[in-house]
């Protein structure tokens, strides 16, 4: 499956799984709990959502399903991909052996969709993970958590590549920024700004990476583009 953001006409179905939406809490701009659609798998993907059990999708199962509220997505091979659509205009894509959890997503529903607000929290520790905030409202705030610290997204569009050896004890990482802004603040409170065409890469610890910014790799570019 191709790592490009899929792009879907979801957003009625998707406030159906709002809890407790109607007429009335829609135009009083009440916060309500996110949802995503699971758009596109190859190979298998397990969604642990809380409250239930978890779910394996496959590539010959029915497409899109629809998820409310908090969850963890787990993709155990190499050929494993899934694409995935928030409700507040937030496409995700995971690739290979990849752990992503939704740690935190909320919306604010106003009667115009560009004055939405959302809070969005998600939590990835290893894989290759493709993030495109670029259609998210001015209201919306994205954050990532990750070994190395907290990433900030700012209507942008890029590529994240996290990889952990178990014998040096050691992480290689990548963030590669195709469109938009992203800021880094790593554990020890250094900040890093990435923006359009930029690239931060390095290796190490947690809490002593060595870290390097240049241009966007080729293979970034290939991977963003697939």
């Known amino acids: 499956m191709s790592l490009r953001i ?66 963890k997505l787990q993709l155990e091979r190499r050929s494993d991909a899934v694409a995935l659509q928030a409700s507040n205009q937030v496409a995700i894509a995971l690739a290979g052996a990849s752990a992503l959890a939704v740690e935190r997503f909320e919306q604010q529903l106003e009667p115009s969709s560009a004055d939405s607000q959302s809070r969005m929290l998600l939590n990835f520790r290893h894989g290759e993970l493709v993030v495109d905030s670029r259609a998210m409202p001015d209201g919306g705030r994205l954050i990532v958590e990750t070994p190395f610290g907290r990433v900030a997204l700012l209507n942008g569009w890029w590529l994240m590549q996290l990889t952990y050896d178990q014998r040096s004890d050691l992480y290689h990482f990548a963030f590669e920024c195709a469109d938009g802004v992203l800021r880094l603040t790593d554990r020890l409170g250094v900040n890093y700004t990435l923006r359009r ?30």
């Open 6 to 71: 899929l792009s879907l006409s979801i957003c009625g179905a998707m406030l159906a799984l709002l809890p407790g939406l109607t007429a009335s809490t829609a135009s009083t701009a009440s916060w309500m709990r996110g949802a995503l659609a699971v758009a596109a798998v190859e190979g298998e993907v397990v969604v642990d959502v809380v409250g239930a059990e978890p779910a394996r999708l496959r590539a010959s199962g029915p497409l899109p399903c629809y998820f409310s509220g908090l969850l």
């Open 197 to 226: 065409g930029q690239r931060l890469y390095g290796v190490g610890t947690p809490f002593n990476p060595a870290i390097q910014v240049a241009q966007l790799s080729e293979e970034g570019r290939v991977r963003l583009d697939a």
